[in-house]
């Protein structure tokens, strides 16, 4: 069973459309998160949310508003895509270590590619 | 905001050479992360560490929390084939909650046969 799901895995667009992006975790998680990768590698948080509850946001333009219906799922909707869009999206999950201030272990999942065309 | 230099941004080695790898900062991290990602996947996290000067292993990888709480490194033995990949750290700046994580640039692997 996959910990961490998003779906889909590749999404083709044109710019100026909306889209979204879902994620699910069975892991029964507190805290999940949106990342993005660029076309270098580099990860960089946009999201955070703690039982349903946002607690991280990102500079990140409005057009991206995240969406938690309850703790297991956490969505991202893009509005008015740009070509400067076009990254590898990542959801992730974690759970409080019960050690107070102790990083969490963040658990991926397999990705969506955007590409904006 | 906080940023973390890793190095070197990519190897080329052979099949069984051992492989050495780090990031540093220029403040004071918490915890220190080591991820790795396969092309096409998210990243999986091999070790983590959260004192000053712990050393932990996991099988072949070795990392290390530097005494100084601004650098960690990664050490793979005997590496083989399916140690390819990009090879991330990741860290807990001092003060930021645990939830905030800052990743560094990635070292891509690579193993010649």
């Known amino acids: 069973d996959t910990a961490v799901s998003q779906t889909p895995k590749y999404l083709v667009t044109q710019m100026g459309n909306d889209k979204s992006i879902k994620c699910e975790q069975n892991l029964g998680h507190d805290t999940m998160y949106w990342y993005k990768q660029d076309s270098k590698k580099f990860l960089k948080i946009m999201f955070s949310y703690n039982n349903k509850e946002l607690i991280i946001n990102e500079t990140v333009p409005n057009r991206f508003s995240p969406k938690s219906p309850d703790k297991a799922h956490l969505n991202l909707h893009i509005n008015s895509l740009e070509l400067g869009d076009s990254a590898v999206y990542f959801c992730a999950s974690s759970q409080a270590t019960g050690v107070r201030g102790r990083s969490e272990k963040l658990f991926f999942g397999s990705g969506t590619q955007l590409s904006v065309l | 905001g906080q940023q973390l230099n890793q190095s070197p941004q990519s190897m080329f080695i052979q099949e069984g050479e051992d492989v050495s790898m780090n990031c540093t900062s220029s403040s004071i991290f918490n915890t220190w992360l080591w991820y790795k990602q396969d092309p096409g996947e998210g990243p999986v996290l091999l070790i983590a560490l959260y004192k000053a000067g712990e050393l932990t292993s996991n099988g072949r990888l070795t990392a290390q929390f530097g005494i100084t709480r601004k650098d960690s490194f990664l050490n793979i033995s005997a590496s083989i084939p399916s140690d390819v990949g990009i090879y991330f750290c990741?860290?807990?700046?001092?003060?930021?909650?645990?939830?905030?994580?800052?990743f560094g640039q990635g070292t891509r692997l690579t193993i010649n046969p």
């Open positions: 990741a860290g807990q700046p001092q003060f930021q909650g645990a939830q905030k994580l800052v």
